[in-house]
Nanobody, 119 residues
Framework: VQLVESGGGSVQAGGSLRLSCETS????????MGWYRQALGKQRELVAT???????NYADSLKGRFTISRDNGKNTVYLQMNSLKPEDTAVYYC??????????????WGQGTQVTVSS
């Protein structure tokens, strides 16, 4: 199973970015998907999650600026980030709880994509 993020980059404060994370491999089904981030010198923190049925959960500090969505047909999760601030600078990781063809369920992670917001 592979999770591949894209869409990161550099943007000025107030700008927007849209991250994508496509999963591939021997996937039977995907349960929850989500995004985490890790700023330099800090612990990894939750950004948002989305259940297979579409129920979403956000870090309180990000509500209203970030929107998570998913396309179950494409096994892809997205993160729309608006009104970006310098403190949003971090490596963003996607994760998914996946049942593979053998039946086992595990959490998988992408390699991360850098988001840099300049003031």
């Amino acid at each position: 199973v592979q999770l591949v993020e894209s869409g990161g980059g550099s943007v000025q404060a107030g700008g927007s970015l849209r991250l994508s994370c496509e999963t591939s491999g021997s996937i039977f089904s995907i349960n929850a998907m989500g995004w985490y981030r890790q700023a330099l010198g800090k612990q990894r923190e939750l950004v948002a999650t989305i259940a297979s049925g579409g129920k979403t959960n956000y870090a309180d500090s990000l509500k209203g600026r970030f929107t998570i969505s998913r396309d179950n047909g494409k096994n892809t999760v997205y993160l729309q980030m608006n009104s970006l601030k310098p403190e949003d600078t971090a490596v963003y990781y996607c994760t998914a709880q996946i049942r593979i063809l053998s039946g086992s369920v595990d959490a998988y992670w992408g390699q991360g994509t850098q988001v840099t917001v300049s003031s």
